[in-house]
Nanobody, 120 residues
């Protein structure tokens, strides 16, 4: 079994920064694409950013966060990070990590979610 544990959410004023972390543990041969999603009240879950496993670590960002958020990963620690700068009230949401895991089987796993609240 694989578990994802998130940390780093909280309350911050507009213009501030937060760093989210998500660590995978369990039977893991290697990880694939790692990503962060968010869901605001009354809205659908949306992709915020993703990063591939390869040494090139290709990244992809939602237009709304480009230039403000940075996704990175540490494969040795099975961890993905999301550095969020210049936060806006519209960034308020529950943030979830999603990780493709190659272990006994191959499947995606979700973190438990961490609340990010940006006050104006």
């Amino acid at each position: 079994q694989v578990q994802l544990v998130e940390s780093g959410g909280g309350l911050v004023q507009a213009g501030g920064s937060l760093r989210l972390s998500c660590t995978a543990s369990g039977i893991i041969l290697r990880l694939g694409v790692m990503g962060w999603y968010r869901q605001a009240p009354g809205k659908q879950r949306e992709l915020v950013a993703s990063i591939t496993y390869s040494s090139a670590s290709n990244t992809n960002y939602a237009d709304s966060v480009k230039g403000r958020f940075t996704i990175s990963r540490d494969n040795a620690k099975n961890t993905v990070y999301l550095q969020m700068n210049s936060l806006k009230p519209e960034d308020t949401a529950v943030y979830y990590c999603n990780v493709a895991v190659y272990g006994l089987t191959q499947r995606d796993y979700w973190g438990q979610g961490t609340q990010v609240t940006v006050s104006s």
